[in-house]
Nanobody, 127 residues
């Protein structure tokens, strides 16, 4: 009923860039707060970037501030995460999630569970 599909992952060299897409179906994305999360092999899940439905305000993890801008395209019912200046430690499966009510800071710090998750897309940063 609420479906999110990620795309855009792949292999990139350190310092390179990728753009991840999170496309929604079954609901209107612009009514939801949207977040990107990642999980590296053997590590805990981490909130990366989140964007508010109310005013498009954003929240970023310290590790990606200035490198990974998040944005919306409501006409395409899609949220993007631009990955720039990538580092090997950015290697992870990246997931997007949607939530109707939770404040984006609480969402990105995983104090509340989102309403829906995507399947994930693998990003590998290697020389």
């Amino acid at each position: 009923q609420l479906q999110l599909v990620e795309s855009g992952g792949g292999l990139v060299q350190p310092g390179g860039s990728l753009r991840l897409s999170c496309a929604a179906s079954g609901f209107t994305l612009d009514a939801y707060n949207i977040g990107w999360f990642r999980q590296a092999p053997g590590k805990e899940s981490e909130g990366v970037a989140c964007i508010s439905a109310v005013d498009d305000s954003t929240y970023y993890a310290d590790s990606v501030k200035g490198r990974f801008p998040i944005s919306r395209d409501n006409a395409e019912n899609t949220v993007y995460l631009q990955l720039n200046a990538m580092k090997p430690e950015d290697t992870a499966v990246y997931y997007c999630a949607a939530d109707l009510w939770t404040h984006i800071q609480d969402m990105c710090t995983q104090r509340n569970a989102p309403d829906a998750w995507g399947q994930g897309t693998l990003v590998t940063v290697s020389s």
